[in-house]
């Protein structure tokens, strides 16, 4: 069964950085464009980033522009989302999803707080 | 970013139809569709039906997409009490190189 797993998260300060992980298995990872989707507690699904296939090419809504940055590494089968310069209003279950949101892992929490 | 419109909620009965709605723009649905994702409470999101109205395999048929201009709509026939959930259309636009998404609708089963 395809299979997405996302680790990394927790409570982190503003400001801080956090630095989460997805993994891919049981399809070609590679051939993918991939997505970092978040929720806020409560909330609606927001669209954070995407990334080509080979990396070359990434995407982010404009609250993260400069201060995350998705990346990938596909012999490892693993996609990356480094966040710096956190805040509150970062506070989110993050979700990684192949291209067209097809399938989607668990979502881990990240929490920015003093 | 501006997103997709849905109405925040609908209430249907047991084993009636619902069709929820989504509008964006030429953009966005009106460019290349949109997807259905339906969300559980307490679970990821899975995929409904994909940007050409086609349903991903293990998807009941009672869920069906369609498009005229910038709208889509799901159709859920024959409601069960495992339909109640949150339901979120999600469209590529391609002025913004960004993926929108609706607000999302609580369908909510009587």
């Known amino acids: 069964e395809v299979q997405l797993v996302e680790s990394g998260g927790g409570l982190v300060q503003p400001g801080g950085s956090l630095r989460l992980t997805c993994v891919g298995s049981?399809?070609?990872?590679?051939?993918?464009?991939m997505n970092w989707v978040r929720q806020a507690p409560g909330q609606g699904l927001e669209w954070v980033a995407t990334i080509n296939q080979d990396g070359s090419g990434t995407f982010y809504v404009d609250s993260v522009k400069g201060r995350f940055a998705v990346s990938r590494d596909n012999a490892n089968n693993s996609l990356y989302l480094q966040m710096d310069s956190l805040r509150v209003e970062d506070t989110a279950v993050y979700y990684c999803?192949?291209?067209?949101?097809?399938?989607w892992g668990q979502g881990v929490l990240v929490t920015v707080s003093s | 970013q501006p997103g997709l419109t849905q109405p925040p909620s609908m209430s249907k009965g047991l084993r009636q139809t619902a069709t929820l709605t989504c509008t964006g723009n030429s953009n966005n649905v009106g460019y290349q569709g949109a997807t259905w994702l339906q969300q559980r409470q307490g679970h990821p999101p899975k995929l409904l039906t994909s940007?050409?109205?086609n349903p991903p395999s293990g998807i009941s048929e009672r869920f069906s997409a369609s498009r005229s201009g910038n709208t889509v709509s799901l159709t859920i026939t024959g409601l069960q009490p495992e339909d109640e959930a949150d339901y979120y259309c999600?469209?590529?636009?391609?002025?913004?190189?960004?993926?929108?998404f609706g607000g999302g609708t609580k369908l909510t089963v009587l």
């Open positions: 999600s469209a590529w636009d391609s002025g913004l190189s960004a993926w929108v």
């Open positions: 049981k399809f070609t990872f590679s051939n993918y464009w």
């Open positions: 999803a192949t291209d067209v949101f097809d399938t």
């Open positions: 940007r050409d109205n």
